[in-house]
């Protein structure tokens, strides 16, 4: 057997990189250690950013981070030497030269437990590893020998899978109302009996308890807007009146958030309404979008065959994940995010269902299935954590099967509106239409996969039904008017094939012909234009694309026809199962035909007149220069108008609430942006400040001598701001190409004073991942761009500064130029609607600051041009200065000191483990 401590090891850092060989570690160059790892198998921790640091992306090892993959499948594991090492319970290293010397004893440890009778995730690790030392995984010949033979022979993970029950459908809740002193008793049994009262989460509590009362007006749900400020504690100021009304009444309420932090920390409190994990999994269920879970068909057909190389290795390790994971979910669930982004995301998402094509029960996994699972489970819970899209649409399609959601709370409430905006949107580009053709015709040409197409999934239809039969056919005929493989390569060389590419040429024409690129920090990236002059290319294009569709659409509305009649006539070969997958067939081909009527919609105005309701404008989706869609898109103006219509009006009761729902604004922001104005009786409101000292622990500092556009001057901002603050910072930018500019010209300094930095666009890893390890370690920052604005929780010493490029202007797309215009002729004044957006901004990333009442720390914003008019963004009494970056950087220095000695007081009491690291090197 191989010696895990014969094999080299690999350390690549901004700092430097290290080799250590024998007993001996040195430092070492770039072109020695890409030679070195290419001559022999070495160890390391994570590949892809190994190789970056090196400028090398093709580098192969010994990765310790797919070795933990295998043995210890959904298992938690912060993917750094720190984390690592806090695992498996060996010293951490006190410096970066010590790494390589942590990643030998890390592998002794690992592959040690392959023999030991401690190892609970044995079962089917022998089988695993035989497969993977035929597709030739590098660590298989150190694995494989190590692992005992079973006596018997080890069930196929398909076959020990537990099935889901089928249970009658629940019956409609009873009619209650809750009755005030028991909310507060059990808010009392969530908080734990020795918590001190908190009157703003009692009096939260209460507010929410009326949008459990019964219903007293037709299209008029209980409707609340609740702004908490941080620290209330609004989640269990919610779950007691919700987990309260959903046990006595017997029904569901629907949790929904915005962010995947929250659903995790949602999913988390589950077990104070159940201490006994194993009813807390039946009674509260997460639910998301199918496109998050493994698809066990998909598995199997990569298993056998159908992923090579690379990807084939993947499946393996996903194989193994699959048997231990508590639900299935590949996305924020229990499958490292760092695992997929190893294998340079080969073959991940071909695992999932992302195409719909789902063949319900005709999948011989359909009983194990963990997406069906998921949403029979959720039928019968008390509480389902959701996210907003999927709540709008479990909303829009459950009507028919009275599976909409009655009782929700938004939280994150203050993204309503543009969950809303996209989630009712319509585009017609190159991709979504390809998607649609490959739906309906299944794998052409030299595909690959197990994807099927109509005509195979409804074979026994056809053959059952002549009419039903001969509607497929068309269809599939129809659909070769869709863009098919190489489109955007035949697109963009002139060349397009069949109208619906002839249409994208045009609109990419048009786009090239009249947009402007978006100046020097957007030049590469999207490119649009409004839809409104079309020229008589376009004109003709939309015509017979329109005309292509119409062909399509006839078919799959016949076909929806027939699968009904045949449902209706229930023929001898419709069991249960067949019934089944003809009722899934029958809502996913109703989905596609109300995509291709909105498509058509879409093509009508082309040249003809513009609906005041829609904004529509043309695009040409860009990623550093290089295209990768073209599309129609289509945006409601106002899309609270359907959120209305679709969510809010049939609910009984709906609570809105954040931290931020006025987004630093006024009441009037929150009705306009939560659909509350469309209801006849609109919302009830409600407030509760923070109860945190933002004046005495946090402070603003508006840096005014940083030229804008310097990006030198930017940069050396950015990094003496770190160092003063000595790491724990988030730096958020408006641009990804100053994100990079700045991240490429400090890293290396900021490496070398022990500062470790991270950025999103940069490495190679999940943005949960980004998080999860600046969570874990106080001296690291991270730098990235919206989605790090209000997707960061780290309360505690990891976080405590703030650093924004410039004020959050927003971007001048077309759907912003038409909201803006329409808010002035509502006599709300554009730059007030401009001003709105901004504050909202701006009061989020400030509350990434302090999550808990010892916190503390600076928000910087390095723009001297910040409007004073949005200062009321902040929390009223935050001391707000402008100064120079000298100044600010005292001031940082201070603050941060200040944060070291209370939290250095306060002890350990309070804080996270994995964030109570205060030592300093
Ligand atoms: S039922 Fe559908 S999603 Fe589930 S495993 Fe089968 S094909 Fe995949």
């Known amino acids: 057997?191989?010696?895990?401590?014969?094999?080299?090891?690999?350390?690549?850092?901004?700092?430097?990189?290290?080799?250590?060989?024998?007993?001996?570690?040195?430092?070492?160059?770039?072109?020695?250690?890409?030679?070195?790892?290419?001559?022999?198998?070495?160890?390391?921790?994570?590949?892809?950013?190994?190789?970056?640091?090196?400028?090398?992306?093709?580098?192969?090892?010994?990765?310790?981070?797919?070795?933990?993959?295998?043995?210890?499948?959904?298992?938690?594991?912060?993917?750094?030497?720190?984390?690592?090492?806090e695992a498996l319970n060996l010293p951490r290293p006190?410096?970066?030269?010590?790494?390589?010397?942590?990643?030998?004893?890390?592998?002794?440890?690992?592959?040690?437990?392959?023999?030991?009778?401690?190892?609970?995730?044995?079962?089917?690790?022998?089988?695993?590893?035989?497969?993977?030392?035929?597709?030739?995984?590098?660590?298989?010949?150190?694995?494989?020998?190590?692992?005992?033979?079973?006596k018997e022979a080890?069930?196929?993970?398909?076959?020990?899978?537990?099935?889901?029950?089928?249970?009658?459908?629940?019956?409609?809740?009873?009619?209650?109302?809750?009755?005030?002193?028991?909310?507060?008793?059990?808010?009392?049994?969530?908080?734990?009996?020795?918590?001190?009262?908190?009157?703003?989460?009692?009096?939260?509590?209460?507010?929410?308890?009326?949008?459990?009362?019964?219903?007293?007006?037709?299209?008029?749900?209980?409707?609340?807007?609740?702004?908490?400020?941080?620290?209330?504690g609004k989640t269990l100021g919610y779950l007691a009146p919700a987990s309260l009304w959903a046990g006595e009444a017997q029904g569901t309420v629907w949790i929904s958030t915005y962010t995947k932090a929250l659903q995790r920390q949602l999913d988390r409190e589950s077990l104070r309404l159940f201490p006994d994990p194993a009813v807390a999994a039946k009674r509260v269920v997460v639910r998301k979008g199918r496109e998050n879970y493994l698809c066990l068909l998909n598995l199997e057909d990569a298993l056998q065959g159908g992923f090579a190389g690379r990807a084939a290795i993947l499946a393996h390790l996903v194989a193994r994940w699959a048997a231990f994971t508590k639900d299935g979910d590949m996305i924020g669930g229990d499958l490292p995010g760092w695992l997929p982004t190893l294998f340079r995301r080969n073959g991940s998402t071909a695992l999932t269902d992302r195409r719909g094509e789902c063949i319900y029960a005709g999948c011989p996994h359909y009983r194990k299935c963990f997406i069906e699972r998921s949403a029979r489970a959720s039928a019968d819970a008390d509480i389902v954590i959701a996210n907003h899209a999927l709540v709008m649409i479990n909303a829009a399609r459950g009507r028919e099967t009275g599976q909409a959601p009655q009782r929700i709370v938004f939280d994150e409430g203050?993204?309503?509106?543009?969950?809303?905006?996209?989630?009712?949107?319509?585009?017609?580009?190159?991709?979504?239409?390809?998607?649609?053709?490959?739906?309906?015709?299944?794998?052409?040409?030299?595909?690959?996969?197990?994807?099927?197409?109509?005509?195979?999934?409804?074979?026994?239809?056809?053959?059952?039904?002549?009419?039903?039969?001969?509607?497929?056919?068309?269809?599939?005929?129809?659909?070769?008017?869709?863009?098919a493989d190489e489109w955007l390569k035949r697109v963009v060389a002139g060349e397009p094939f069949g109208p619906v590419e002839a249409l994208l040429a045009a609109v990419r024409g048009t786009v090239y012909a009249r947009a402007a690129d978006g100046g020097e920090a957007d030049a590469g990236y999207g490119l649009e234009t409004e839809l409104a002059e079309p020229d008589g290319t376009l004109v003709e294009g939309a015509q017979e694309a329109a005309r292509a569709l119409d062909s399509l659409l006839r078919p799959l509305t016949h076909l929806g026809k027939r699968m009904e009649a045949v449902i209706e006539e229930a023929p001898d070969w419709l069991d249960g199962a067949a019934r089944a997958r003809v009722e899934g067939a029958i809502a996913s081909l109703g989905w596609r035909r109300d995509l291709v009527t909105a498509w058509l919609a879409l093509l009508a105005r082309i040249g003809g007149p513009a609906d005041a309701d829609y904004v529509d404008w043309l695009a040409v989706e860009r990623i550093e220069g290089r295209e990768y869609d073209i599309g129609i898109h289509r945006h409601w103006l106002d899309p609270t108008r359907p959120l209305a219509q679709t969510v809010l009006k049939p609910a009984q009761g709906v609570l809105i609430t954040s931290a931020t729902l006025k987004g630093g604004g006024d009441w009037d922001n929150a009705?306009?942006?939560?659909?509350?104005?469309?209801?006849?009786?609109?919302?009830?409101?409600?407030?509760?400040?923070?109860?945190?000292?933002?004046?005495?622990?946090?402070?603003?500092?508006?840096?005014t001598d940083i030229k804008r556009g310097d990006i030198a001057a930017l940069s050396g901002a950015y990094a003496r701001l770190i160092e003063a603050a000595g790491g724990g910072t988030l730096g958020l930018f408006t641009a990804i190409r100053r994100l990079r500019a700045v991240h490429a010209r400090i890293a290396d300094r900021l490496a070398r004073a022990g500062?470790?930095?991270?950025?999103?666009?940069?490495?190679?890893?999940?943005?949960?991942?980004?998080?999860?390890?600046?969570?874990?370690?106080?001296?690291?920052?991270?730098?990235?761009t919206d989605a790090l604005r209000d997707g960061v929780d780290v309360p505690g010493h990891s976080l405590r500064l703030v650093v924004m490029e410039g004020v959050p202007w927003s971007k001048p797309t077309v759907l912003h130029a038409a909201r803006k215009l329409a808010a002035g002729n509502q006599g709300g004044g554009g730059s007030a609607y401009d001003d709105r957006l901004i504050r909202a901004r701006m009061a989020q990333a400030f509350g990434r600051l302090i999550r808990r009442a010892e916190d503390r720390g600076s928000f910087v914003i390095l723009s001297a041009a910040m409007p004073s008019r949005l200062l009321s963004a902040f929390p009223p009494g935050t001391p707000i200065r402008r100064l120079t970056l000298d100044e600010a950087i005292i001031s940082v220095s201070g603050q941060s000191r200040a944060g070291l000695d209370g939290n250095a007081t306060l002890g350990l009491q309070g804080l996270d483990a994995g964030t109570h690291d205060l030592e300093q090197k």
Do not use: C
């Open 154 to 232: 080890e069930r196929w993970l398909f076959s020990k899978l537990p099935e889901w029950e089928e249970s009658p459908p629940r019956p409609a809740p009873r009619t209650i109302s809750l009755q005030s002193d028991a909310v507060v008793a059990r808010l009392q049994q969530l908080t734990g009996t020795g918590a001190e009262a908190r009157p703003g989460q009692q009096a939260y509590a209460a507010a929410a308890a009326e949008v459990f009362h019964p219903r007293a007006h037709r299209d008029q749900p209980n409707m609340l807007l609740a702004e908490a400020g941080t620290g209330i």
């Open 1 to 85: 057997m191989i010696d895990p401590a014969a094999l080299p090891a690999l350390h690549a850092s901004h700092g430097g990189i290290w080799i250590r060989e024998g007993d001996r570690t040195a430092a070492v160059p770039k072109g020695t250690a890409i030679a070195r790892t290419a001559e022999t198998p070495t160890l390391l921790l994570n590949a892809p950013l190994t190789g970056q640091r090196l400028g090398y992306p093709d580098l192969n090892g010994l990765d310790l981070l797919e070795l933990w993959a295998f043995i210890h499948p959904a298992r938690f594991l912060v993917p750094t030497p720190k984390g690592l090492a």
């Open 414 to 483: 203050h993204h309503l509106f543009d969950a809303a905006d996209s989630t009712f949107s319509v585009a017609l580009s190159g991709q979504e239409a390809i998607e649609l053709r490959r739906w309906v015709m299944g794998p052409e040409g030299n595909s690959r996969g197990r994807r099927r197409g109509l005509a195979a999934r409804l074979s026994d239809l056809a053959s059952y039904d002549e009419q039903g039969g001969e509607a497929i056919r068309a269809a599939a005929d129809a659909a070769r008017a869709l863009p």
């Open 755 to 784: 500062l470790p930095l991270y950025a999103q666009h940069v490495d190679p890893m999940d943005t949960g991942t980004l998080i999860d390890i600046f969570r874990d370690d106080p001296r690291a920052s991270l730098l990235g």
């Open 94 to 150: 006190a410096s970066e030269s010590d790494i390589p010397a942590l990643l030998q004893a890390a592998t002794g440890a690992l592959l040690a437990m392959l023999e030991s009778p401690a190892w609970i995730e044995r079962e089917g690790g022998w089988t695993a590893a035989q497969s993977l030392h035929r597709l030739r995984w590098p660590w298989a010949p150190l694995v494989a020998p190590r692992i005992a033979r079973p």
């Open 671 to 703: 009705m306009s942006r939560s659909g509350a104005n469309h209801l006849p009786r609109g919302a009830g409101r409600f407030e509760a400040n923070s109860p945190f000292d933002y004046p005495g622990r946090s402070e603003v500092l508006i840096v």
